[in-house]
């Protein structure tokens, strides 16, 4: 079945069964690599993209559901604010390790600080808790959202 | 050590120069590349006598000679290849920042690239054993200053002054007296039609000129990942390539009766079905390769997945549909009241000493089965075509994956090729290469390129399990608290009389020669689960039953647990291994654990744990392993619910006189003792009936960011050969986290991972 979906700003048909994950769609079908597969059931966050700017697991989202919610993935945070931000300070305290969860990390990251722009450290660690980091880079996460979160306190200040 | 020559030049290659030096062994050959720059190829002797951790699973000389590219192009940008592969050690930033060093450009102008699997030239290509620092830190400074002692010769040619009236800095050759410079872009051509100066003998520069090696430099493919960029195995995308799966039996070395593959192939999507047979494969069927299974292969992964729902096999479950983790509990308490089957080492008469010992210490310790868990699950894209396999991989271990290959296709393996790529995780999973078997086959046999992706359930239901094990710990003290004797009986597992990989203790494990007498023994059960190594293999484990019953052993005497550690290493010194032979990985120097320990024991505020508040406690462990001495101190808390809240950690290292990028290696480090509290905290895999009865991260689950606690990192700089960070970490915290909850509810942790009901109130 022929199905449309806007990804990252840009209309994309796909022709592919109702069921199928849209993390399948992304990488399979649009070639988008950069959102992961890692559970399949929804427990590691690899695959985290945006639906109308809320956070889900692509593994368990039938493209069914979609329907005309903007979807956006790592590849399009380039557009977006504050996952720019994050991608730079990302970079700048070399966060990753294998790097695999990173994009999926950053996605639930530009979720939150969206929100919620100065999330104190319980509320940072509750949204991130679902993403796994199967090397440990938690302090850097952690340290990066910080980071951006007080950009944002410093911007507001002047 | 033996001559190596490299076999083959790069076909992209023109005017190539060599040298030899048979006196030092080390070969090296310069040439110009097509587009005009220098190509600066090494290969070098083992400079580090060290073994490779038997980890590998390979031989020793192989692993001990390695290479390094150079490429200078004439707009200065210098091409670095990274030769091993990057498993999110760092090794990708960090060995070409040492070639960078001595070659003296700057970082912003140096590009890197993964080598392809090309061992004649580079020697071994493997991530493991924390050994690509041991094994390539002077070697590749070599290669770098060789490279910039011949662009300083093409200047001095040129300008026709002494070379030795030339310096040096950020990719430029100075002649001072008559203020010329030259680029390194504008000689390599000419560089590399110079000699290439001898490696063995070639100046370094004084460290304390360092520009490139110890600053903290962020990893070179970050912007890719974060901008999500292909760059994993899981990513390769190949012209008309199709998707496939493999089931496999779920009692390991079951054997396939029969599938009704027939009704696979008529599904929408699907475009073959079909039984694979080891047998068939290859008459000498590798155990870490191919085995029976149906292959689904689609159009989409996500087709040949959801196809499974539909397929019926019949297995022969064999033997190992007997073995049970029940049972080997059972066995190994069986085991343990009997004699050792054998013994590692006898110092001294342990039951004479026992019989005046003022204290008995007696204790049972046990540790799960393990699976690796790397995020990205196995998989690899393979293209056979006329007679010759192309492989995408991520693997730890190419080169040994190419011979597996070739066994399992019957072609020489000069037919197949192996590319490599970033990888989501190793933790020494891949440094088997079944998946890059099933895919070449699969490929073969569908005649098309095929991405073979397993499934989580695939991938923590078909490891090589970090093995088991079972240790009955019997000490003696005397009136001072002082330890007389010490026994372990060790039981772990075996196959067809050979003990199973990564299953071994070693002789020396500490306190041998530190206790006059002291006894190793071993019983071996028989075991049909795959065993490989896992993360600090077999010091995992070890660290943390040896350095939990030297807590008990302190709290017997009534000691302060570090002053009890501080006097059983006793005085400075390097207790020798056993065979009387010194090697690197064995011998254990007193002296610098005492100081990681002391170390420690100040940055963590040892001496006021007793302020702490109730239920909250403080342990401290140390563990020598892959070269790096580790002391740890963790603070936990344990609510009336039993639950544990992890506080802080305190690490203290010492891993010689240079680290070479210290992002990484703090990172390293970090990482590393947070993977080891979250296996204490909540992974275990369970055998029942010949299976593994977890599937996916809610029966087995990693530490997630709510449970991280803050991690501090010290680093002693000592006079000591730099070593490797990815695993010596991670030992000594678990036996510390469990010592600090013995210090915080008086009740030993003597089985993982930790029981958190048992420690409700």
């Known amino acids: 079945m022929s199905y449309t979906i806007e990804v990252n700003r840009v209309k994309r048909t796909v022709d592919v069964d109702a069921d199928m994950p849209l993390l399948w769609v992304l990488r399979d079908e649009l070639k988008l690599k950069g959102s992961k597969f890692g559970c399949g059931i929804g427990l590691c966050g690899a695959c985290t993209v945006h639906l109308d700017g809320k956070a889900v697991r692509s593994c368990i989202t039938p493209l069914s559901s979609v329907g005309s919610a903007a979807v956006a993935t790592i590849e399009g945070m380039a557009a977006d604010p504050v996952g720019k931000k994050l991608q730079r300070l990302w970079m700048d305290l070399d966060v990753p390790q294998c790097g695999y969860c990173q994009a999926g990390q950053i996605m639930s990251a530009t979720e939150l600080l969206t929100k919620n722009p100065h999330p104190n450290d319980d509320e940072i660690d509750a949204t991130m808790t679902g993403n796994v980091c199967r090397c440990c880079t938690y302090t850097r996460i952690r340290a990066a959202i910080k980071k951006v979160a007080n950009l944002h306190s410093a911007a507001v200040e002047r | 050590m033996r001559t190596i020559i490299a076999k083959r030049a790069r076909a992209s290659t023109t005017g190539a120069v060599t040298s030899f030096s048979s006196s030092r062994r080390i070969f090296l050959k310069a040439s110009v590349t097509a587009g005009g720059g220098l190509l600066l190829q ?14 590998l699973a390979a031989p020793a000389d192989q692993a001990a000679s390695l290479n390094a590219y150079i490429r200078i192009a004439p707009d200065g940008i210098v091409t670095i290849m990274s030769k091993n592969p990057e498993i999110g050690q760092g090794i990708k930033t960090m060995l070409p920042m040492v070639i960078a060093e001595e070659l003296d450009v700057e970082w912003k102008n140096v590009r890197v690239e993964q080598a392809p699997l090309d061992e004649a030239s580079f020697g071994r290509q493997f991530a493991g054993g924390s050994m690509a620092t041991p094994l390539n830190y002077d070697p590749l400074r070599r290669v770098g200053a060789a490279a910039r002692q011949m662009l300083v010769l093409a200047a001095a040619q040129s300008w026709s002054v002494a070379p030795a009236e030339c310096r040096t800095g950020a990719g430029v050759v100075y002649h001072q007296k008559s203020g010329r410079s030259l680029s390194f872009g504008a000689l390599a051509a000419k560089a590399a039609t110079l000699p290439v100066p001898d490696l063995a003998t070639v100046p370094l520069k004084d460290p304390k000129t360092f520009e490139i090696i110890g600053q903290p430099i962020p990893g070179v493919d970050n912007e890719k990942i974060m901008t999500g960029r292909p760059l994993f195995g899981i990513d390769v995308d190949v012209p008309d390539m199709l998707y496939a799966v493999f089931q496999k039996c779920p009692v390991f070395g079951g054997s396939l009766m029969s599938a009704n593959v027939d009704t696979l192939k008529a599904l929408p999507g699907v475009h073959d079905a079909f039984i694979v047979k080891a047998s068939e494969a290859n008459p000498n069927s590798d155990p ?21 729902e539909k397929l019926e096999i019949q297995w022969d479950e064999g033997p190992v549909a007997a073995q049970s983790s029940v049972g080997f509990a059972h066995d190994a308490a069986t085991l343990s009241q009997q004699v050792p089957v054998s013994y590692l080492r006898r110092d001294g008469d342990v039951a004479a000493s026992l019989k005046h010992a003022a204290h008995v210490v007696e204790a049972g310790y046990s540790y799960p089965f393990l699976s690796h868990i790397a995020l990205e699950p196995q998989n690899c894209t393979a293209h056979f075509q006329d007679g010759r396999a192309v492989l995408w991989a ?9 011979k597996l290959v070739a066994a399992t296709l019957g072609i020489p393996e000069s037919d197949v090729t192996v590319k490599m790529t970033r990888i989501g995780g190793g933790f020494g999973r891949r ?25 989580r359930q695939d991938d923590m239901r078909h490891d090589f399990y970090r093995p088991a094990g079972f240790h009955f710990f019997k000490a003696g003290l005397d009136d001072d608290g002082k330890v007389v004797a010490f026994s372990n009986h060790f039981v772990t597992f075996g196959r067809n009389g050979k003990l199973a990989d990564s299953a071994a203790m070693d002789a020396n494990e500490f306190p041998a020669q530190l206790v006059p007498n002291l006894e190793y023994g071993q019983s071996v059960m028989e075991l049909g689960v795959p065993t490989g190594p896992l993360r600090a293999p077999r010091s995992n484990a070890l660290g943390f039953v040896f350095q939990s019953f030297i807590d008990e052993l302190a709290d017997r005497a009534g000691k302060d647990p570090v002053e009890f550690r501080l006097a059983l290493l006793g005085e400075r010194r390097v207790l020798v291994n056993s065979t009387g032979k010194p090697d690197a990985l064995r011998d254990f120097d007193t002296g610098r654990m005492r100081d990681v320990l002391l170390e420690v024991a100040e940055i963590s505020d040892w001496s006021d744990r007793h302020a702490l508040p109730k239920r909250t406690g403080k342990g401290v462990a140390f563990y020598f392993s892959h070269l790096g001495y580790f002391a740890e101190v963790v603070q936990a808390s344990v609510a009336s619910s039993g639950e544990i809240k992890l506080d802080h950690v305190w690490i203290v290292a010492d891993v010689g006189r240079q680290i070479v990028n210290p992002s990484g290696a703090e990172n390293q480090v970090q990482g590393a003792a947070l993977d080891g509290l979250g296996a204490a905290l909540g992974q275990a895999i369970t055998i029942d009936r010949g299976r593994v009865v977890q599937s996916n991260f809610d029966s087995v689950r990693p530490l997630r960011m709510k449970q991280v606690p803050p991690v501090e990192v010290r680093f002693l700089t000592t006079d000591h050969p730099p070593t490797g960070l990815g695993e010596p970490a991670l030992p000594p915290v678990i036996p510390a986290l469990c010592n600090a909850i013995f210090a915080a509810t008086g009740k030993r942790i003597r089985s993982l991972p930790i029981d958190a009901e048992a420690l409700r109130i």
């Not at chain 2, 991520?394 to 190419?402: E, F, I, L, V, Y």
């Open chain 2, 288 to 308: 870490q390769g191919l085995s029976d299974g149906v292959a689904i292969v689609a159009k989409s992964w996500w087709i040949a997945d959801k196809a499974r």
């Open chain 2, 394 to 402: 991520p693997t730890q271990n190419p080169g040994p994956g190419a």
């Open chain 2, 431 to 455: 440094l088997r290469n079944d998946f890059m078997a099933e895919a070449a086959w699969i490929s073969k046999q569908v005649g098309a390129p095929v991405k073979l992706l397993w499934n």
């Open chain 2, 42 to 55: 090494a290969v070098l002797p083992p400079l580090v006598q060290v073994a490779i951790a038997d980890a």
